[in-house]
C-alpha cells in the first residue's frame, strides 16, 4: 500500500519556498494516500541550534503544518527525536552507506562550506538518517522540493544495497526478495524551486542573510507587500508565452510563484499578464500571496500560543509512528543478526 513519508527542518522561519514545494502538496496527498509528517529535528542539530530556540521552532513549524492543513488525526504528526528508531536504524544505514556515496552530496558541501573539517559528522552522515526516516516506515512515496532529489536518490541506493547485502537472510526470514521498498520523490507543482526573491539563480533559503530574499510563513501582509514590490526584476515586459521566461529567471520565478498560489499554470498567468510592466503585475501578486497566507499565519499565531496543546499532538503522533516503525525495527534487528528479547 502507498504511504507517504516527508519533513522539515525546525531551523528557523518556514518560507514560501517549504510551503509551495513541499507543504501543499502533503496536504493535497492526505486525501488519496496514508501520510506521515515529521518535524526532524534531529537533522537540525547537525548544525549548532539554541535549545530553547530549538523547542520554539519545533512547535513552530508543527503548527505551520497544521495551519497549512495537515490534520493531525487524518495523518501521523510527530517530532523525530521522540521516535528512537529512526536514529536505531540510521546507525545500521550508516554501515551500509559508503563514504563514496556521501561525499557526492551537494547539500553537504553547501552547507559544510570552506572549513569542512570542522563541519558535524552529523551533517555528514545526514543523507543516511534522512533514508531511516523514510525507510522505518518503509514508506514509498516523498513528496520534497527539488534540493532533496539527490538525498531520495541516495535514500534508494541505500535500500537497494541493504536489500541486496542481505538478501539470503530476508528472503530466509520469508520477507521475499526485498525487505525494504525502492522509494519514489514526488517532485510535482510549478513551484519546485523556489528562487530567491533578491536573486534569480539562488534558492529561497532559510540561510539567507537577507531577508527580503524570502517570503516567510509568519510575515505579516505589509512585510510581504513590501517583499514582492522589492523583489528583483529584469527592465522587459512580462512576455505573453512561457517560451519568454527563458533566460529571465527573476520573471520565470514570480510567474511560478503566483501559478503556484493560484493553482493555474504559469501560460494562464502569462496570457493574464503578458505584455504589461511589473508593477501591476507585482501588485496582484502581493495580494494574492497576502490572502493566502495570511490565514495561515493567524491560525499559526493561534496554534503557538497554546504549546501544551502542540505537545500533546506530537506525543500522540509520536505514539502511533512507533507503532509503525517499532516492528519494522525489530525486523531489520533479526535480519542484521543482532540479539533481541
Ligand atoms: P528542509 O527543511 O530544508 O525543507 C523542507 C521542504 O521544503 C522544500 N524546499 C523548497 N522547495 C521549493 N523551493 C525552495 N526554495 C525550497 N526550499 C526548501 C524542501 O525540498 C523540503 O521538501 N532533508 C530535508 C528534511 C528531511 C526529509 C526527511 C524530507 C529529513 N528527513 C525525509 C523528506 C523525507 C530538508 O532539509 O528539508
Redesign the pocket.
Known sequence: KPLV?????PSGDLHL??Y???LVNWVRMQETHDTIF?V?DM?AITVWQDPAALQKAIREVTAAYIASGIDPERSILFNQSQVHEHAELAWVFNCVARIGWMNRMTQFKDKAGKDKENASLGLFAYPSL?AA??LAYRATH?P?????KQ?LELTRDIAIKFNNDYAERIAALGHGDAFFPVTEPVISGP?????SLRDGTK???KSDPSDYSRINLVDDADTIAQKVRKARTDPEALPSEEAGLKGRAEADNLVGIFAALSGRTKADILAEFGGGQFSGFKSALADLAVAKLSPITMEMKRLVSDPAEIDRILARGSERARAIARPVMDQVKDIVGFIRS
Open positions: 513519508f516527508s519533513g522539515m527542518q519556498g517549504n509551495l514545494g513541499a515529521c526532524v537533522h534522512m526516516d523514510i516523498v520534497v522540493g527539488e534540493d532533496q538525498h513551484a519546485t524551486r523556489v528562487m534558492k529561497m533559503s
